[in-house]
């Protein structure tokens, strides 16, 4: 570890605890990618149906309308021990479709069920462990940590992805779930060896005694209008949503249509496409953890969405799987280097007490992705990609202008707070 110090992208694997929570981020992300590609395929297979591919799509994230509270629960009960609680569920969750599987019980209703359960818990994943990384690294590594921490979601959907098609082809769906199951285990194992924060501060009254705690709800209003009366964080959830909306849908949940329906091919080829914007998505957290503490966040922000946005307007007129491979790669990668800044900027410019909090409301906005996969469903079949992939893009383009023009001095100016 001591070799680390030198290498500035490098420097919070020093923190032994960060060590701990990286490695269980891996298992439970290889976890998330696997089923991801395991799932999507079956309803896509087992229905024909991108109406159900796209309610499966949806289901993941149905949590997301009670993030906050997740991230109240974190700011009370401490954010390890919530992470740690969240990552059996899902192990249990998976040890249940595989045993389905097993009885030969298993059916796309049953699984759809099933999917709505762990999307009520999933989506506040990614929040809750931004919140606890920013508790255990000093604040001078936060970008870096926070890059590397995204670099296990982005390698897990190149390698997840991969293998959780292969383990399917010589092992079976319920097999292969037994082995996500235990890549959930591990990983809620892992979590729980992190040594948790010191717990909040008892608050006293002027008498010394022990005041009552204030509601979840309380704290959960606190939290929103925290956010709401500090410019620069309102304008990055507006951009969060936004995005999810409009530009995830047409470079994550509807991979599995453009593989079956536009470019031919089988479930292989479907994880080489979702390889390719994990890839790089992977090249973009490396140059985040590399370029550390000199990356302008507001600015990042802005700049790489809107190229996102390009690319996947690219990515909807590319012939071959090979070419679509090629711009989903630079999607990737801008997709990467814009959130990442967008998430250190929300935990630089929070107070500690309410970063929780914040990247709960933080994880509110993804119920864009959602929203966004169920108005496609019939865009797609009345319209086609190419058609609902420019209406798309050109609406989230608009948007994320408009809003750039309204919080221009929050975002872009270089002595701007979201540019510390």
Same mark, same amino acid.
């Given at each position: 570890m001591s070799k680390l110090s030198r290498i500035s992208a490098l420097a919070p694997f020093q923190v032994r605890d960060y060590r701990r929570l990286w490695c269980g981020d891996l298992l439970t992300s290889w976890a998330f990618e696997m089923e991801n590609i395991i799932l999507g395929w079956y309803i896509l297979v087992e229905t024909g149906s991108v109406v159900? %591919?796209? $309610?499966? #799509?949806? &289901?993941?994230?149905?949590?997301? *309308?009670?993030?906050?509270?997740?991230?109240? @629960?974190?700011?009370?009960?401490?954010?390890?021990?919530?992470l740690t609680g969240m990552r059996l569920s899902y192990a249990?969750?998976?040890?249940?479709?595989?045993? %389905?599987? $097993?009885? #030969?019980? &298993?059916?796309?209703?049953?699984? *759809?069920?099933?999917?709505?359960?762990?999307? @009520?818990?999933?989506?506040?994943?990614?929040?809750?462990?931004?919140?606890?990384?920013?508790?255990?690294?000093?604040?001078a590594q936060l970008m870096p940590a926070t890059s590397l921490a995204r670099t296990t979601?982005?390698?897990?959907?190149?390698?997840?992805?991969?293998?959780?098609?292969?383990?399917?082809?010589?092992?079976?769906?319920?097999?292969?779930?037994?082995?996500?199951?235990?890549?959930?285990?591990?990983?809620a194992l892992a979590t729980q060896r992190v040594?948790?924060?010191?717990?909040?501060?008892?608050?006293?009254?002027?008498?010394?005694?022990?005041?009552a705690h204030p509601s979840p709800w309380r704290d959960l209003k606190e939290g929103i209008v925290y956010v709401w009366r500090a410019p620069q964080l309102l304008a990055c959830m507006l951009i969060a949503f936004i995005v999810n909306l409009t530009a995830y849908p047409m470079s994550n949940g509807l991979l599995p249509y453009v593989a079956r329906e536009i470019y031919k091919i089988d479930q292989t080829g479907l994880s080489y496409l979702v390889a390719g914007f994990a890839g790089g998505g992977l090249i973009g957290s490396i140059a985040l953890s590399v370029m550390g503490t000199r990356v302008r966040a507001g600015r990042m922000t802005v700049v790489f969405v809107?190229?996102?946005?390009?690319?996947?307007?690219?990515?909807?007129?590319?012939?071959?799987?090979?070419?679509?491979?090629?711009?989903l790669m630079v999607a990737g990668a801008c997709q990467t280097l814009s959130l990442v800044?967008?998430?250190?900027?929300?935990?630089?410019?929070?107070e500690e007490r309410y970063r929780g909090r914040v990247m709960g409301v933080r994880m509110l906005a993804i119920y864009g992705l959602p929203t966004g996969l169920m108005l496609s469903g019939p865009l797609l079949a009345s319209q086609g990609f190419v058609a609902?992939?420019?209406?798309?893009v050109a609406f989230g383009t608009a948007c994320v202008l408009l809003i750039c023009w309204r919080w221009w001095?929050?975002?872009?100016?270089?002595?701007?707070?979201?540019?510390?």
């Open positions: 159900l %591919l796209a $309610l499966y #799509g949806s &289901l993941i994230y149905l949590g997301t *309308l009670v993030s906050p509270m997740f991230g109240v @629960m974190g700011d009370r009960i401490g954010h390890r021990n919530l249990c969750l998976a040890a249940v479709i595989a045993a %389905l599987g $097993l009885a #030969g019980n &298993l059916s796309p209703i049953v699984v *759809l069920c099933i999917v709505g359960v762990i999307g @009520m818990i999933r989506p506040s994943d990614l929040g809750v462990r931004a919140a606890l990384v920013s508790a255990i690294v000093p604040p979601v982005e390698s897990a959907r190149i390698t997840g992805a991969i293998a959780g098609a292969y383990l399917v082809a010589q092992l079976g769906m319920s097999h292969a779930y037994i082995a996500i199951a235990l890549f959930y285990l591990l990983g040594q948790p924060p010191p717990p909040r501060q008892i608050l006293r009254d002027a008498a010394g005694d022990v005041m809107l190229i996102w946005y390009v690319m996947l307007l690219a990515f909807s007129r590319m012939p071959t799987p090979a070419t679509g491979f090629a711009v800044s967008l998430s250190v900027l929300l935990l630089r410019t929070s609902t992939s420019t209406l798309y001095r929050y975002l872009w100016p270089l002595d701007a707070k979201a540019n510390g």
